[in-house]
């Protein structure tokens, strides 16, 4: 267990949204909201007096005020120091949000564990990315010479699992659905790849930008 509670800034322009975030956080004995911003107030002074680990913006509806904002705010001084995890409403605007600087964002609908374990993971300085969000964001380092068959939601959610290389058991177990519908979706994958096995297609999705190996 921490030493200390990770020390958080709700930013949101909604007052609802902000109150319901700092509730959320407070049935989570190692997560402190320290205050709570709209993204119109002054963030650099803010940084000074709350002295956050981590900062969960939530970027709403209104895509282009919360871009702007963020991309505003990533380009002080003192903000690199500080992770930023975005909420998103919608998964279409991961790819922007990636743009403005910010290198862990999961749902807004994400379960209250997801998000706590995705502020401990920002706060860590990682990257945190959910399924939906990874193939519009990551880049491919290499890329493959042929273009493969977009993958479904639930295909996105086995190949990460196959990347951290879980058994069909296992990944049956972590998604809650048969090891023959595991094996109906391995399969899938391996054909959309053109792959002979399990650590190919992971190699050529992680060429094609959709895990991280």
Known sequence: MPERSLRILIVAADALTRAGLAAIL?????????????????????LAVFQPDVILWDVGYVADDALDALAEFTQLSSAPTIPILALLADSTLATAVW??????????????????????????NLVVLDTSS????????????????????????????????????????????????????????????????????????????LVML
Do not use: C, W
């Open 26 to 46: 407070a049935t989570q004995p190692d997560l402190q909201s320290v205050g709570q911003l709209d993204p119109t107030e002054d963030l650099d002074d803010a």
């Open 134 to 209: 990874a193939s519009s964001v990551l880049v491919p380092a290499i890329g493959l010479p042929y273009e493969v068959e977009p993958l479904t939601a639930r295909e996105r959610e086995v190949l990460q699992l196959m990347a951290q290389g879980l058994p069909n058991k296992s990944i049956a177990r972590d998604l809650a659905i048969s090891e023959h519908t595991v094996k109906f979706h391995v399969n899938a994958i391996l054909s959309k790849f053109g792959a002979q096995s399990r650590t190919e297609a992971v190699v050529l999705a992680s060429r094609a930008g």
């Open 99 to 124: 743009q403005a600087g910010v290198r862990a964002l999961i749902p807004r609908s994400a379960p209250i564990a997801t998000l706590a374990a995705a502020l401990q993971a920002a706060a860590a």
